[in-house]
């Protein structure tokens, strides 16, 4: 399987929203394979944002969504914080686990 | 509380081998997949290895010949025997425990709990 694609980097204001792409092929995100997503500050351990494509884990902020349009998956966050600047990746899995290759939230 | 905690990172000469360990706690370690993930220096996380629970292994095409996954659940444990170490293998390593869902297709899996990780070097 080939890494995922996602934005390098996106950027939003305080309490803006922003959408993070994640796109495969029929074969992975397409498929009947369900993103997850994580977040990930550097020297700790990842985070479980999203599973199965829109579900939230317990304990993490309603204001984190997941959605699937087609082969593209997407994490949205609302009301931006200044602790939601962490690297972000989605995570396909069929048979075996393909990242995307992370995107860097900056909170401006 | 499930906790995960990766051992047996270190420097190591290319050609050189390592072993990682991982021991959990918290939950019944042989009713899981588990698996390994690692992050190069400045870059993204790449998924390298899994081990279900009946021991079939999968590996990243890169690593396949040089790795072995294995799994001891009288001890709880996770390993990693990483054989013919290249730069490129320099990385923190993590073990993850693996959620399984199944679909229409068949199943996925996600990961909701990691291990803080241990470093790899390999160099000279």
């Known amino acids: 399987q080939s890494a995922l694609t996602q934005p390098a980097s996106v950027s939003g204001s305080p309490g803006q929203s922003i959408t993070i792409s994640c796109t495969g092929t029929?074969?992975?995100?397409?498929?009947?394979?369900?993103v997850s997503w994580y977040q990930h500050h550097p020297g700790k351990a990842p985070k479980l944002m999203i599973y199965?494509?829109?579900k939230r884990p317990s304990g993490v902020s309603y204001r984190f969504s997941g959605s699937k349009s087609g082969s593209t998956a997407s994490l949205t966050i609302s009301g931006l914080q200044a602790e939601d600047e962490a690297d972000y990746y989605c995570?396909?899995?069929?048979?075996?686990?393909?990242f995307g290759g992370g995107t860097k939230l900056t909170v401006l | 509380e499930v906790q995960l905690v990766e051992s047996g990172g270190g420097l190591v000469q290319p050609g050189g081998s390592l072993r990682l360990s991982c021991a959990a706690s918290?939950?019944?370690?042989?009713?899981?997949?588990m698996h390994w993930v690692r992050q190069a220096p400045e870059k993204g996380l790449e998924w390298v290895s899994s081990?279900?629970?009946?021991?079939?292994?999968y590996y990243l095409g890169s690593v396949k010949g040089r790795f072995t996954i294995s799994r001891e659940n009288a001890k709880n444990s996770l390993y990693l025997q990483m054989n013919s170490l290249r730069a490129g293998d320099t990385a923190v390593y993590y073990c993850?425990?693996?959620?399984?869902?199944?679909?229409?297709?068949?199943?996925?899996?996600?990961?909701?709990?990691w291990g803080q990780g241990t470093l790899v070097t390999v160099s000279s």
């Open positions: 993850a425990r693996a959620e399984t869902t199944v679909t229409t297709g068949g199943y996925t899996e996600y990961f909701q709990h």
């Open positions: 918290g939950f019944t370690f042989s009713n899981y997949d």
């Open positions: 081990i279900g629970t009946a021991g079939d292994t």
């Open positions: 029929s074969s992975d995100v397409g498929s009947y394979s369900l």
């Open positions: 199965e494509g829109t």
């Open positions: 995570c396909s899995y069929v048979s075996s686990a393909v």
